[in-house]
């Protein structure tokens, strides 16, 4: 099991950049697969990005491709998403997720509080 804390979020204006972190416990960090997954008001919860156990491989949905970049630090437990010109539809609530199945495909069973991102226009 993992436990997973996230951190970052605030308040920018458009075009401004914030990083998110998700440091998870747990000895076993490197046999997840990593996501980060949002949820804006009235808006069911979507999928952001995703990286691979070893961080080999990476996955963005459509409409943070090139702006967002998703990485992380096996030897630190922790995965991080940088957003960069972030625009005012990337105001969500961000969760930081892990699977131990597929990285796209999941289930993530494991999931944060949240952490939430707000862009001012």
């Known amino acids: 099991q993992v436990q997973l804390v996230e951190s970052g979020g605030g308040l920018v204006q458009a075009g401004g950049s914030l990083r998110l972190s998700c440091a998870a416990s747990g000895r076993t960090f490197n046999s997840y697969h990593m996501g980060w997954f949002r949820q804006a008001p009235g808006k069911e919860r979507e999928f952001v990005a995703a990286i691979t156990r070893s961080g080999g491989s990476t996955y963005y949905a459509d409409s943070v491709k090139g702006r967002f970049t998703i990485s992380r630090d096996n030897a630190k437990n922790t995965v991080v998403l940088q957003m960069n010109s972030l625009k005012p539809e990337d105001t969500a609530v961000y969760y930081c997720?892990?699977?131990?199945?597929?990285?796209?495909?999941?289930?993530?069973?494991?999931w944060g509080q949240g952490t939430q991102v707000t862009v001012s226009s």
């Open positions: 997720a892990a699977s131990d199945v597929g990285v796209r495909s999941g289930p993530y069973d494991y």
